[in-house]
Nanobody, 126 residues
Framework: QVQLVESGGGSVPTGGSLTLSCKPS????????INWFRQVSQKDREFVAG????????YYADSVKGRFTMSRDSATNAVFLQMNSLKTEDTAVYYC???????????????????WGRGTQVTVSS
């Protein structure tokens, strides 16, 4: 059983920056892909950034490419999302999600993941 706890959300003005953290706990975390999604109100969860497995190429949604950077601590497996040049449309609840085996084709699909954190709110105001 993997547990995920997000932190680092908050309210920032347009153009500001935030760094989100996802702290995982559980066994064999090295085997898990831990990636980022976001959700606005009742809409479906949207892929933000992620990779197929630890150390693999990281992919980004087109809407955040060049502004967001995902990283992972090799020792603790904590995952971070550095968000720069924030826009109002980045306002959402941000979630990290984990899965032990992930096909490259499934990285962007929220239904592929077994474990989710409770999310952290990011609000960007103009």
């Amino acid at each position: 059983q993997v547990q995920l706890v997000e932190s680092g959300g908050g309210s920032v003005p347009t153009g500001g920056s935030l760094t989100l953290s996802c702290k995982p706990s559980g066994p064999t975390l090295n085997r898990y892909a831990i990636n980022w999604f976001r959700q606005v109100s009742q809409k479906d969860r949207e892929f933000v950034a992620g990779n197929r497995q630890k150390g693999a190429t990281t992919y980004y949604a087109d809407s955040v490419k060049g502004r967001f950077t995902m990283s992972r601590d090799s020792a603790t497996n904590a995952v971070f999302l550095q968000m720069n040049s924030l826009k109002t449309e980045d306002t959402a609840v941000y979630y990290c999600a984990a899965i032990s085996r992930l096909l490259l084709s499934a990285v962007r699909f929220s239904t592929a993941y077994d474990y989710w954190g409770r999310g952290t709110q990011v609000t960007v105001s103009s």
